[in-house]
């Protein structure tokens, strides 16, 4: 039973760039969450993706968005990539009723 | 304003010395808590869930308690495959679902042989 799978493990991009990150669901799952771990931290809440649209937001800025594809697979979006963007971006799944979520490995961004 | 505090940030454990890790929120309405693993270049493992005060979940070494204002993660006897960092979060009314989360900024545990 394949898990939450993120592409790439790992991306170095150049201040002012835009970056794209990928995901895969486990399967049965059908709802998608991005979340952002800077180092040390605890993830934040970054926005929720569900029959392809976004149902829930965190507390970032609008340079941060998403898609939702049929097949449930999503992708997160950065624009006009900021040093503080550096981070681990988790993304992770549930299904429906009461299921917790399940995390990816991430994605390593690091921002020069 | 939600919160989710943990303690201690840190915690060194000889093996076989049981400990607790703490997780205090302050939030408009709990739905659930959810205790994480985390190892070092991977993604949170979900461990438990609780939902009302005085719920125990319990896992091998691990057992997980909930009052009206914080969590206790117990390790009893714990081995050198236990160190790890322990992530709690909670899902507030304000969600309609597990998806969002408030996460600590978690425990890391290291367990010496």
């Known amino acids: 039973d394949a898990g939450v799978t993120q592409s790439p493990t790992h991306l170095i991009k150049t201040r002012g760039q835009q970056v794209t990150l990928r995901c895969s669901p486990k399967?049965?799952?059908?709802?998608v969450s991005w979340y952002q771990q800077a180092l040390g931290q605890g993830p934040q809440f970054i926005f929720q993706?569900?029959?392809?649209?976004?149902?829930q937001r965190g507390n970032f800025p609008d340079r941060f968005s998403g898609h939702q594809f049929p097949n449930y697979s999503s992708e997160l979006n950065v624009n006009a990539l900021l040093l503080g963007d550096s981070a681990l971006y988790l993304c992770?799944?549930?299904?429906?009723?009461?299921?917790?979520?399940?995390f990816g490995n991430g994605t390593r961004l690091t921002v020069t | 304003e939600d919160q989710v505090t943990q303690s201690p940030e840190a915690l060194r454990l000889q093996e076989g010395e049981s400990s607790s890790l703490n997780c205090s929120y302050t939030?408009?309405?709990?739905?659930?808590l959810f205790w994480y693993r985390q190892d070092p270049g991977k993604g949170p493992e979900f461990l438990f869930t609780?939902?009302?005060a005085g719920e125990e979940k319990e896992k091998e070494r691990l057992k997980a308690t909930l009052t009206k204002k914080e969590s206790f993660l117990h390790i009893t006897a714990p081995k050198p495959e236990d160190s790890a960092t322990y992530l709690c979060?909670?899902?507030?009314?304000?969600?309609?679902?597990?998806?969002?989360?408030?996460f600590g900024q978690g425990t890391t545990l290291q367990v010496k042989p």
């Open positions: 992770a799944s549930t299904g429906q009723g009461v299921s917790p979520l399940h």
């Open positions: 399967s049965g799952h059908d709802t």
């Open positions: 993706y569900y029959e392809e649209e976004e149902r």
């Open positions: 939030v408009s309405g709990l739905r659930g």
């Open positions: 609780l939902y009302s």
């Open positions: 979060a909670v899902q507030t009314s304000r969600s309609s679902n597990t998806g969002k989360l408030i």
